[in-house]
């Protein structure tokens, strides 16, 4: 129903604009020497800082990573220009081109206020999971279309559109609307949701019952290469004396040994593993769905999503991120072989990004560069402050808050209260503001009026083309650089509008491509219009990039 729903609303739009870029594309092609590729793979690494590309190149192989650093194209200053930089957003920007502003993905979850709870991402309590167990899940709060939905729209439907990830919310942003299946793990199955299929296909079952993932039961993740090629990142690694009970935190870690409990679980989807799994089964989608093995082109998302839970644990210094990098680099080189023995390298355009970077842990970087003011930020204070400041200013509320919901760097305020009491929305929108800019680690906070009003005037800064009225809540903040909020005293995290946030790698790679290193100032958001343009296809309807011209033959 929501897919019917959805298509009725943009179908007339999404044609008329696709059947335009056909004509267009029909003209501009006459004397091209460029085949249109068949097959368009797009690879997000959750959680991926582009020095990973200059510090761990030694420990690439061949034509992993190197396939894009050797013989592609290499921007070096690609950035995501929200503010909120956390998964979902990001694996939302990456194929529609478009921000939280018009896609309305403003982060992995808001606060619904008028069901009174929090709404996830890719939410859909009107389906279940298929091969696992639950809610189900779909793009139906994603409201913009994907580069994967103008090819169905393009070739009527001919196109498959399959994305696998670690995590839902990867697959299914990635895929839009009209994809044919989103699929990601769950546990150590591979599931989708009933918006997809009514049952899993039996090459996804037959893959399951091959019981992959439980093979890895008993193995311990060690480092790949020989130790002292990791002294590079640095001996920051935790002291086994630190390792308190067998937590794992250092090499080699536990062994993924518990097949029941929750233990084997947690290290697995926290382990290189998990990746291994995701890569086999990319390939395998490969074969079953047929992909690239026609003129109409295919298009496959892989999310590896076991980076960013190593990342969050050790940090982007940390002996196991370079590890799993080169393990990621190894699996990316049996892909792209796969690839080019199944569908020829020379059919496939294939680009590379990640939904974010991260930050130092704060006491590597106090190590580093003192004067930067690195430290853990407890963010429950926030929330303190603009609640004592609203009560301070418009009395106690018995039994409820003047903050109904805070999600960094998100306040929701008590909307009801506020009109029970006659105080206007904007005033206590502004009381909040000053009591959340005097809380100290804060940078800046902005109200859902001051983000309207920049809108209003065209001013787009970062916070702006986060925020979506009705989901970003009424105040939004920005910490210090180098600040990591959280409750734990262990690792480090990403969300902020910092560069070490904002800046990843984007490589490209193929039909159409012209290799070299680009230094121009780029979007993430231009790799939609720019596939786009490689297809020969429109442009996702709310795509604000620009396409990477320079790069194209
Ligand atoms: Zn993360």
Partial sequence: MTRIRWLTRHLRTLLFGAACMTLAAGVSRVGSRVPRPRL???????????????????????????????????????????????????HAVVLTGSYADANGIVSNSWYDAAKNREEYCAADSSGSLIGGVGEGRSPRNLLDSTVGDVIKLATGGRSRVITVAGKDRSAIMLGGHLGDAAYWLEDTLIVTSSYYERELPGWV????ASGIASSYLGKTWDRLLPVEAYAAAGDDDVPAEEDIAGT????????????????????????????????????QAIVEENLGRDEDPDLLAIGFSANDLI????????????????????????????????????????VLTADHGV???????????????????????????????????????????????????????????????????????????????????????????????????????????????????????????????????????????????????????????????????????????????????????????????????
């Fill in 248 to 283: 794992g935190r250092t090499f080699p870690h536990r062994p993924v040994r518990d097949a029941s409990g929750k233990g084997f679980l947690e290290a697995f989807s926290s382990s290189p593993f998990h990746n291994e799994v995701l890569a086999r089964f990319a390939m």
């Fill in 359 to 553: 930050a130092p842990l704060p006491e590597v970087m106090q190590k580093r560069q003192p004067a930067a003011g690195a430290a853990r930020f407890e963010p429950s204070r926030v929330a303190a402050a603009a609640e004592a400041a609203l009560a301070a200013r418009y009395g106690q509320l018995p039994g409820s808050r003047w903050v109904v919901h805070h999600d960094l760097p998100l306040l929701y305020l008590n909307v009801r209260a506020l009109e029970q009491r006659g105080v206007s929305l904007e005033q206590a929108e502004q009381v909040a503001k000053r009591a959340v800019e005097g809380v100290p680690g804060v940078y800046q906070s902005l109200t859902a009026t001051d983000l309207a009003e920049q809108r209003r005037r065209g001013t787009h800064s970062s916070a702006e083309l986060s925020f979506y009225p009705g989901r970003s809540g009424h105040v939004f903040y920005q910490l210090k650089p180098y600040l990591v909020p959280g409750t734990g005293s262990q690792g480090t995290t990403h969300g902020s509008a910092w560069s070490y946030d904002t800046h990843v790698p984007l490589l490209w790679f193929g039909a159409g491509v012209v290799p070299g290193t680009y230094a121009t100032s780029v979007a993430v958001a231009d790799i939609a219009p720019t596939l786009s343009a490689l297809l020969s296809i429109a442009k996702p309807s709310g795509s604000r990039g620009r396409v990477l011209r320079k790069m194209l033959r």
């Fill in 40 to 90: 368009v793979i797009v690879i997000v690494v959750d959680q991926f800082s582009p020095d990973y590309l200059t510090r761990f190149q030694p420990y690439f192989s061949l034509r992993g990573l190197n396939l894009f650093l050797q013989r592609g194209a290499v921007f070096t200053a690609a950035k995501y220009e929200h503010a909120i930089t956390f998964t979902c957003p990001g």
């Fill in 205 to 208: 079952r037959r893959f399951n």
């Fill in 311 to 350: 990342g969050h644990e050790s940090g982007p210094d940390s002996h196991e991120v370079m590890d799993v990098t080169v393990r990621t680099d190894r699996l990316l080189q049996q892909l792209f072989d796969f690839v080019d023995v199944r569908v020829g390298l020379k059919n496939v355009v294939v």
